[in-house]
């Protein structure tokens, strides 16, 4: 009896074991967002308050552009790149020395990650999210002088503004490459340099394949987006120029 027993509860928790689930059919239907949907009067006073505070931060003045800045002023460099490549700078600088005890050499970005104008005018944090929409943060990478070397021939053969800072690019009137300096010094190719891009390059975004050959790679954790809007709230006036960071001969 205590063995039929015993047999009777196994078979009777075996038959209550639950198979697992599997999924066997999947059904997408088109919800159409156009004038027929009718809001919602209790959710958009709910969220009324928390849009008015936003736009309010948004758009609060936190410096000023006496002139428009655009990536489309200049053909070796530009207003909006040059101010750019030196809001990276300043802003990578101090937390990559702290993190390793060395100093950046250059900064390098590309000119399409520039996405609006800066108008003449008031400057505010929407101007940051305008000009750079992207989740991109500073990332610091170590090149070996080889791989910099390649990184020079991209930028003349690339014809397009790329935002640079902390290094010059001297093209003769051909177009070949007449100097090239890092911190005012020529290129040394026994030695390794440390150069703040975004993370979107260190992937060979842009078809800036050398970054791939980082001997190391330091993220910040600190957004391009963010590094814009803490410089506006430093100063009072934002009036990059066009300058001699890239330049040819007899233009």
Sequence with gaps: MKHFVIIITFIGLCSCKQSPYALTEIEAHQ?????????????????????????????????????????????????AGNLMADIVFEAANPIYKARTGNELDFVLLNHGGIRSIISKGKVSARTAFEVMP??????????????????????????????????????????????????????????????????????????????????????TDYLIRNAMIDHFKKVDTIAPKIDDRFYKLGI
């Design 31 to 79: 919800l159409s967002v156009d004038s027929t949907l009718v809001a919602n009067d209790s959710i958009e006073g709910f969220i009324l308050p928390y849009h008015n505070r936003i736009n309010e931060v948004l758009d609060s003045t936190l410096a000023y552009a006496p002139t428009m800045i655009t990536k489309d002023d200049g053909k070796y460099n530009t207003t």
């Design 134 to 219: 992207f989740e991109n943060t500073i990332v610091v990478v170590d090149l070996t002088g080889k791989s910099v070397e390649k990184l020079v021939k991209y930028l003349m053969n690339s014809k397009r503004a790329h935002p640079i800072s902390g290094i010059q690019v001297v093209l003769n009137k051909s177009g070949a490459l007449k100097s090239f300096k890092i911190q005012g010094k020529p290129l040394d190719t026994e030695r390794t340099y440390h150069i703040a891009t975004s993370n979107y390059l260190v992937t060979g975004g842009d078809n800036m394949g050398f970054f791939k050959e980082a001997v190391r790679i330091t993220d």
